[in-house]
């Protein structure tokens, strides 16, 4: 059987052409060569796969000149039409990540060879490219290149195979939103247990499901004067008016609501409703109120307490909903509120 | 600024003005409370959510 061919892409200091002072070496094809980390490549393929050739290019030439340097390496990886496609890995060196990832996913998409990288998870290129090509977990220097080709070889030849892709978590790559299933050796509540008794010892244990991550944003400054204040109100709760003329979904939510509640001084069993469909609707549907307290606002603005009560509010489920979408919707939910006007917002949430 | 009975998920996803709440499907009310006694309810917790937005604050806070 014919070796699969490999087109290896590397920077000026993994090609030993120089340091930073040769960063904006241009795009080089170096045919029949395995430079640096190729070495350790090709050893890990064994008669597998052999590098047919490897293209250096300086870190600041790429990023400074992306799209002639683009251009450039993708026309040479078209005429070498290897198997797959190997770049990296650039640990924590951030213009290489972004090199890396950058025409690796260039090469999958432009070309439709399967590309392989690999880096630090902190490297900016991690980030940006880890959901169009492989990209494997590395450490964060150069003293990690063996674990990081051992990794990213099988990967590259199952790649090139056509072979089925394991789950990240075998394979060693960054997950990338698609999700992989797998029987594993040990039953879940024997794992549970190992971890709960790693976690009782203070040892390090890994989640099987990890959280996503919640950005942080600066608190707002106080209000100064609130008789003076727009006071809007904003929820995760679901309500709606009744019969939920938006069909806003009863859990992973895809829209929001805006609704007018001009002249409304109560919500009633008549007139609103929850959409929700993560908690016991009966209290909510009764007297929306419970969790929209437009009955009280409306009372605060009659006294004076508050200036005025914003005439719209914003609804969605947040049952299951995606971090995603609920990003997007506060996105633009926020950008009417600050046209409008609003001075702060009371969100609630079941 | 967030009315929310379970605190500890407004604090994980990053609310700053925190006002704890009576219960998941009645946030704001009390079902087993009079109205005029369920209102008050609600309206003490308003209270303390407005009051809230007049504090400053560095970064997370929950408004017992």
Redesign the interface.
Known sequence: MAKIKVVHYINQFFAQVGGEEKADYPAELRIGEAVGPGLAFAANFKDEAEIIATIVCGDSYFNENLEKAKKDILAMVREQAPDVFIAGPAFNAGRYGVACGTIAAAVQEELGIPAVSGMYVENPGADMFKNQIYMVVTKNNAAGMRDAVSKMAPLALKLAKGETVGASVEEGYMPNGTRVNFFDKKRGSERAVQMLLKKLAGKAFETEYP?PN????E??????D?SH?K?ALVTS?GIVPKGNPDHIESSSASRYGEYDITGVSDLTEDTYETAHGG??????N??A???L?V???R??EKEG??GKLHNLFYTTVGNGTSVASAKAFAAEIAAKLKKDGVD??????? | MHICTVTPISVTVGANRIVPAIAIPYPLGNPSSEIEEEKAIRRKIVENALEALTIGVDGQRIFE
């Open positions: 959280m919640f950005d942080r944003v608190p707002s400054p106080p209000i100064k609130l204040a006071i709760g908690y016991d609707p009966v209290y909510a009764k007297d109120d419970r969790v307290p009955d009280v606002l009372d605060l307490a508050i702060a917002v009371i969100l609630t949430s079941t």
